[in-house]
């Protein structure tokens, strides 16, 4: 089975820095994807980055960014820029490419925005 | 566009009661999951369906059942509500590509007493 690692519970940046989240996931498979999700005290989901795991190249959305490595099998977002709104509970997500329906997620990890 | 849309948003129940919670989405979606989420632990699968008539379990599926009639609706049935089923619960679909992340809805905050 595929388990997702958030190895920091809690995190915290000064406004207009940089922060990195990290995330591991453990699996046998060669095709897959990989999610970051924010969800802010809302509650509501929202898919921050996607990464497929064939394209070496790392995705970025604007302030967003990740460090794949696909060997060491780490998947890590890079806020840049932090803004008061970046403040909520992160999720990481592996997803296979063909597992019908099905994504794995961490446990977390509450990043709060110092002003 | 209304996405994912579920009902209610907070819901109290005694134990050994039973509900039934909503999910539509409007997208056409193949893929629908239901997740709780318990403090520290992250989300958990419940049960998830890959079309209309289609359902399976999930990583804790105990003391909830699902159906799939239509590609809009999956209603999560509580059988017999415990306060271990204390929790938030999130409704999601996506598309059937594997590249496509999951559309939640704003979930449910159930407490069971």
């Known amino acids: 089975a595929q388990t997702v690692t958030q190895s920091q519970p809690e995190m915290s940046v000064q406004e207009a820095e940089t922060v990195t989240l990290s995330c591991t996931y453990d699996?046998?498979?060669?095709?897959?994807?990989l999610f970051w999700y924010k969800q802010p005290p809302s509650r509501q989901m929202i898919l921050v980055i996607r990464q497929e795991a064939y394209k070496q190249q790392n995705a970025t959305e604007n302030r967003f960014s990740v460090n794949f490595q696909k060997a060491a099998k780490s998947f890590s977002l890079k806020i840049s820029d932090s803004q008061l709104g970046d403040a909520a509970m992160y999720f990481c997500a592996y997803q296979y490419n063909t597992n019908a329906g099905k994504s794995t997620f961490g446990d977390g990890t509450t990043l709060t925005v110092k002003p | 566009n209304a996405g994912v849309t579920q009902t209610p948003k907070f819901q109290v129940l005694k134990t050994g009661q039973s509900m039934t919670l909503q999910c539509a989405q409007d997208m056409n979606h193949e893929y629908m999951s239901w997740y709780r989420q318990d403090p520290g632990m992250g989300l958990r699968l419940i049960h998830y369906s890959v079309g209309a008539g289609i359902t399976d379990q999930g990583e804790v599926p105990n003391g909830y059942n699902v159906s799939r009639s239509t590609t809009e609706d999956f209603p999560l049935r509580l059988l017999s509500a415990a306060p271990s089923q204390t929790s938030v619960y999130f409704c999601?679909?996506?598309?059937?590509?594997?590249?496509?992340?999951?559309?939640f809805g704003s979930g449910t905050r159930l407490t069971v007493v």
């Open positions: 699996t046998s498979e060669s095709d897959y994807y």
């Open positions: 999601a679909s996506r598309t059937g590509l594997g590249r496509d992340g999951y559309t």
